[in-house]
Antibody, heavy 122, light 107 residues
Framework: QVQLQQSGPGLVKPSETLSLTCSVSGYSISRGYYWAWIRQPPGKGLEWIGSFYHSGSTYYNPSLKSRVTISVDTSRNQFSLNLSSVTAADTAVYYC???????????????WGQGTLVTVSS | DIQMTQSPSTLSASVGDRVTITCRASQSISSWLAWYQQKSGKAPKLLIYKASSLESGVPSRFSGSGSGTEFTLTISSLQPDDFATYYCQQYNTYSATFGQGTKVEIK
């Protein structure tokens, strides 16, 4: 059974970098699939942040691309999100997820982490 | 960017009702559409992929249809466990875009 377990701080100061980690069990991230971050501001909808494909390619939401880095540690079977220069608008529940490829196109999400509420505040 | 628009935003229904939610894409996405169910405080759950394929373990009262720019999610007989918010998501390009969500409430 694939499980994704998130970790990281729930409070980040404005202008600093938000960092979260997703530890995967039950599947080796180097074997396949996409590995993604998605966020949801309080009371609002879902926003895709970016994804890492097992072959090494990364894809980012154009609206966040200049501030986002997704990195992978295959030895620990985990991947991470860094979002720089955060503001109050970045306050959200952040989810990690596994992306299942859609016949060569992009991907949809079949396993999700538990979610981490990150508040940006001084 | 491809925009996804769901309607209605909120839907009031009773147990046993047939419920239909619509999702429209700003350009053709073929059949590259997924549907999710999200309950309060929980992560979304995959229901449907490729517009009409039922994810393993999802009850057969859920079904999806459509292609191109217009899609529907239908719940054939609404159950108490189905009151939740539903999202569509396109995966036509090397990105992902979600609809704004449809909340299914108890009438």
């Amino acid at each position: 059974q694939v499980q994704l377990q998130q970790s990281g701080p729930g409070l980040v100061k404005p202008s600093e970098t938000l960092s979260l980690t997703c530890s995967v069990s039950g599947y080796s991230i180097s074997r396949g699939y996409y590995w993604a971050w998605i966020r949801q501001p309080p009371g609002k909808g879902l926003e895709w942040i970016g994804s890492f494909y097992h072959s090494g390619s990364t894809y980012y939401n154009p609206s966040l691309k200049s501030r986002v880095t997704i990195s992978v540690d295959t030895s620990r079977n985990q991947f991470s999100l860094n979002l720089s220069s955060v503001t109050a608008a970045d306050t959200a529940v952040y989810y990690c997820a596994r992306g299942r490829p859609g016949d060569g196109q992009s991907h949809y999400f079949d396993y999700w982490g538990q979610g981490t509420l990150v508040t940006v505040s001084s | 960017d491809i925009q996804m628009t769901q309607s209605p935003s909120t839907l009031s229904a009773s147990v046993g009702d047939r419920v239909t939610i619509t999702c429209r894409a700003s350009q053709s996405i073929s059949s590259w559409l997924a549907w999710y169910q999200q309950k309060s405080g929980k992560a979304p759950k995959l229901l449907i992929y490729k517009a009409s394929s039922l994810e393993s373990g999802v009850p057969s009262r859920f079904s999806g249809s459509g292609s191109g720019t217009e899609f529907t999610l239908t719940i054939s007989s609404l159950q108490p466990d189905d009151f939740a918010t539903y999202y569509c998501q396109q995966y036509n390009t090397y990105s992902a875009t979600f609809g704004q969500g449809t909340k299914v409430e108890i009438k």
